[in-house]
């Protein structure tokens, strides 16, 4: 059962109860037996044309299928079950219906139609399979048909200059009712857009800056008001904070806006041409104004005409045709600091004298606030060897494991099988009907009108393709046998084999060993690794403490934190500085006290550590040193320290637990006697 628009579960509930009623005729075609129907139930707003991996009850039914428990199939139309332009997914599904000799029935759907027959679909029979795949192609031709009629005359309206449904910069709403809108100055809000612009050119059109000190307001546009939201239709791309109002959320929003024609009552019909009609609506912003900012952000005059002038991307974005080295590269999680901020993980590849090389970059931003902060850079090739130098640690203290991750994957590959079953069926019906198509196209001519239309499957059939190979991924799936075999081979001699595996087979190898890797920021130079790896791997979460040698970038010294340096430099002792100074290192601290002209006053304190933070010891500033005490702590941080150079070891990991899990009992003996600190570092 399925119902394409939203809502149709109760708008159109006799179409829903007419096919629930199916149920009962299922159950008159056992006779007397007892009747056994499996109901699968989309409910509304599910479009035949989604995949069936992405349909949750399709999905069922196909596994279903693939397990021998339905024997027939009963649909109120074909079209329930696929709205499919290039028959992708009829494919999939008519094959394993016919290997498991799986009928489908389309009864009439009302007793009134007599000219209607119930159609019966065995797809052992070509006839059958012939006739099915004609249904197919009428379903998707109403999809062509009246959906392109229904976006032409919207493209009709917009040409004409009236409102098509998009999406609306602040200050304009719609009023009126269907063909009879029209586009209008919303005041509350052209009023703060007009603020906003001239704050913009103040600022010399530096939208980060402006970015920022809208990131300080509560909102930038007010709450609409009940009667307003009656009388105007307002669509805007500017987040909703309920209660408070309305504020970008995005990097990107701010400077699109001041690009924005529509905001001096130009009109573009369609996206991927250039006409425009001028005066369609009323302005929201003066002309000048909004074409100053245009030229400067753009490089570009409204009429075209470069600027040389301009305030555009400062730095230009680098495309790879090829993913960058990286073995954790899209996998690498990193821990928010507190639930209302959200963090990202990219790369970045630097290239000095001629050698490039990649970190991982950690990103912060509040949920309210449109900007985000780099928070933590990691050398990125030091830290994947970490990672593996540890699987080679734990590879050699258990000789069995190679052993069990054969036996756990082989029984993950045979679940796969059923839970996921559509997937690689569906990719190999792709790759089948793409050589289909390769075919077709030799033979065809390029100028022939077929050969454009023959590209345009291509490409979609290898944009479906990536799409289920992504998903495929992302599932940590096992391909086949053969990987479990490769990966027995090298769990068994890793040294030899681990340098013979190219870079998509070593990324392999560690999405299917680790089920999530995740790195925390605990202080300026210590990271929280930890592994969840595949139980087989290791039964345990396995955490390491990582020192990195060069600490995350701080900010500039506060007024706050200068004024504690002038307060307290001169004879307070180092550890308290430190303490009120949490975040920064001795050193520099000694740097900002030059720049003040501040000079200490008493004799230097043996053991002074200038190039560690407060944070570093206590990482939660709550008096609990991080393994255990002040000494084994310090201890830790030399040794972390003294196997550290900032351009060949940039970094160092204590690993929490050893490799050997028998050597785990006098771990836990220690524990349970109260000493919680750093029991084994490796």
């Known amino acids: ?25 299922s159950k008159l075609l056992y006779g007397d037996e007892e009747p056994q129907v499996e109901l699968y139930d989309e409910g509304a707003g599910v479009s035949g044309q989604k995949r069936i991996d992405q349909r949750a009850e399709l999905d069922r039914l196909y596994r279903d299928m693939h397990k021998g428990i339905i024997g027939t199939l009963v649909l109120a139309r074909e079209d329930r079950l696929f709205r ?60 062509e048909g009246h959906v392109k009629h229904m976006l032409q005359c919207k493209q009709n309206k917009a040409d004409k200059g009236g409102y098509d449904g998009r999406l609306l910069p602040p200050g304009l709403a719609v009023k009126g009712k269907k063909q009879n809108q029209v586009i209008v100055v919303y005041e509350p809000w052209a009023e703060e857009m007009r603020k906003l612009a001239l704050r913009a ?40 904070i309920p209660g408070v109002g309305y504020k970008p959320r995005s990097e990107q929003t701010l400077r699109d806006l001041f690009t924005n024609e529509m905001l001096i009552g130009w009109w573009q019909p369609d996206d991927d041409k250039p006409d425009v009609i001028i005066d369609n609506h009323d302005a929201v912003l003066d002309y000048a104004l909004f074409a100053e900012g245009y030229a400067r952000l753009k490089g ?108 756990t994957l082989e029984e993950v590959y045979n679940q796969q099988s059923e839970d996921f079953v559509s997937i690689p069926q569906q990719i190999q ?31 979609d059939l290898m944009q479906r393709q990536r799409e289920l190979e992504a998903k495929k991924e992302k599932l940590g799936m096992v391909d086949s046998p053969d990987e479990i075999a490769q990966l027995h081979s090298l769990l068994g001699n890793f040294e030899t084999v681990w340098p013979t595996f190219d870079l998509n087979q070593r990324q392999r190898t560690f ?56 307060q307290h430099y001169p004879r307070s002792p180092y550890m308290e500085i430190l303490k009120m100074l949490p975040n920064r290192t001795w050193q520099s601290i000694q740097g900002q006290t ?38 084994t702590t310090l201890s830790y941080i030399k040794t972390a320290s003294g196997n550290t150079v900032k351009s060949e070891a940039p970094l160092y990991a204590l690993w929490l637990l050893p490799a050997k899990v028998e050597n785990l009992t006098g771990i836990v003996q220690r524990y349970l006697n109260g000493d919680d600190c750093l029991s084994q570092a490796s």
């Not at 219906?97 to 029979?125: G, N, Q």
């Not at 600022?203 to 000190?213: C, F, S, T, Y």
């Not at 930038?220 to 105007?232: G, S």
């Not at 407060?614 to 002040?630: A, I, Q, S, W």
Request: net charge negative; aromatic share 8%; hydrophobic share 35%.
């Open 594 to 631: 030059v720049l003040m002209g501040i000079k200490r006053e008493v004799i230097a304190e043996p053991g002074i550590q200038v190039g560690i933070c407060y944070k570093d010891m206590v990482p939660n500033l709550d008096e609990r040193y991080l393994f255990g005490d002040y000494e």
């Open 201 to 240: 050119q103040a600022l010399d059109w530096n939208i980060g800056k402006l970015n920022r000190e809208v990131d300080n307001m509560a909102y930038l546009f007010p709450e609409i008001p009940d009667e307003d939201r009656e009388k105007y239709l307002i669509k805007t791309c500017i987040h909703h």
């Open 300 to 407: 570009y005059t409204l009429e075209g005409d470069p600027v040389e002038n301009h305030r555009g991307t400062t730095r230009t974005p680098k495309t790879r045709e090829t993913p960058p080295d990286l073995l954790f590269h899209g996998r690498l999680i990193l821990t928010p600091p507190s639930p209302d901020e959200t963090t990202f993980i990219s790369f970045y590849e630097q290239i000095y004298e001629g050698k490039a090389t990649s970190n991982y970059l950690g990103y912060r931003k509040p949920n309210n606030q449109m900007t985000r902060k780099r928070w933590c850079c990691i050398p990125a090739s030091a830290f994947d060897d970490i990672v593996v130098n540890r699987l080679l640690a734990l590879e050699k203290a258990d000789i069995e494991m190679k052993d069990r991750v054969k036996v």
């Open 511 to 566: 999405s299917l060993l680790i089920n999530r890797i995740e790195i925390e920021v605990v202080s300026p130079h210590w990271l929280r690794l930890s592994i969840d790896w595949l139980d087989a791997v290791c039964p345990r979460l396995d955490v390491a403490y990582i020192w990195k040698v060069s600490p995350s970038r701080g900010e500039k010294f506060s007024d706050e934190e200068k004024e504690i340096i002038r």
């Open 429 to 459: 019906g792709i790759k089948t009907q793409l050589t289909e198509n390769a075919r077709k196209r030799m033979k065809t001519s390029i100028d022939d009108p077929m050969y454009e239309m023959l590209e345009e499957e291509r490409n």
């Open 84 to 143: 499919n332009k290039h028959m992708d997914q009829v494919g999939v599904f008519t094959r394993l219906a016919e290997e498991k000799r799986i009928k489908v029935i389309v009864p009439p759907i009302s007793s009134a139609a007599s000219d209607e027959r119930t159609r019966v679909y065995d797809f052992t029979v070509y006839r059958d399979l012939v006739s099915f795949q004609d249904k197919m192609r009428e379903a998707y031709g109403y999809i």
């Open 1 to 25: 059962m399925r119902q394409s628009k939203s809502g149709a579960d109760t708008a159109m509930a006799e179409s829903r109860e007419t096919q629930l009623g199916l149920q009962e005729y």
